[in-house]
């Protein structure tokens, strides 16, 4: 199985930071990379595919890069509203692995 | 809209059955890629199963011979059929649409359920 290594695992930041998270794959996912939003009670939110592709709707703050292993998710202007969890998420190879989760907090 | 929504969770003994739900609107859920995802505590979030619209499925080697998934297209809906519980199967279970990629294999979910729980305990 593909282990996605997700880091850190919490980060604090204030309202209006940039931030970044990162996902490394144990072997090469080509671009099949994904990000997601978790909050409790809710259905997760869908931000990126394909690495670097913003989901239709997603705030253009909102933005993902890489290839082969290492992944990036940036949020640049926090708002109140993205402090949450965020997933990597594998889809190159069965079964299917997701990051640890990083919970994004306010300082 | 596009929407999943799932039913069919409670608290189960080991070894016994059920049958989760997730009934879709706004798209046609034999014409696509739908998944099931859990999320429990220990475990974090793991991937379960898949069914792709000719009917290929693949599952987690951790439920595979136990859950069958399946769907109905009169209902518009996807079912987690889980026999033999083991209370690790114990989670928040989760279904998801997943786009098609470029090269027509499944790609990333795009329309997720809020989930219904499954608690397996004696």
């Known amino acids: 199985d593909i282990q996605m290594t997700q880091s850190p695992s919490t980060l604090s930041a204030s309202v209006g930071d940039r931030v970044t998270i990162t996902c490394r794959a144990s072997r090469g996912i080509v671009n099949y990379l994904a990000w997601f939003q978790l909050k409790p009670g809710k259905a997760p939110k869908s931000l990126i595919y394909d690495a670097s592709t913003l989901q239709s709707g997603v705030p253009s703050r909102f933005s993902g890069s890489g290839s082969g292993t290492h992944f990036t998710l940036t949020i640049t202007s926090l708002q109140p509203e993205d402090f949450t969890t965020y997933y990597c998420q594998q889809y190159n190879n069965y079964p299917y692995t997701f990051g640890q989760g990083t919970k994004l907090e306010i300082k | 809209e596009e929407q999943l929504v799932e039913t069919g969770g409670g608290l189960i003994q080991p070894g016994e059955s059920l049958r989760l739900s997730c009934a879709a609107s706004?798209?046609?859920?034999?014409?696509?890629?739908m998944n099931w995802v859990r999320q429990s505590p220990g475990k974090g979030l793991e991937w379960v199963s898949i069914?792709?619209?000719?009917?290929?499925?693949y599952y987690a080697a951790s439920v595979k011979g136990r859950f069958t998934i399946s769907r109905d297209a009169s209902k518009n809906t996807l079912y987690l059929q889980m026999n033999s519980l083991k209370t690790e199967d114990t989670a928040v279970y989760l279904c998801?649409?997943?786009?098609?990629?470029?090269?027509?294999?499944?790609?990333?979910?795009?329309?997720w359920g809020q989930g219904t729980m499954v608690t397996v305990s004696s």
């Open positions: 706004g798209f046609t859920v034999s014409s696509n890629y």
């Open positions: 069914l792709y619209s000719d009917e290929t499925t």
């Open positions: 998801a649409r997943a786009r098609r990629r470029r090269d027509d294999y499944p790609g990333a979910f795009d329309i």
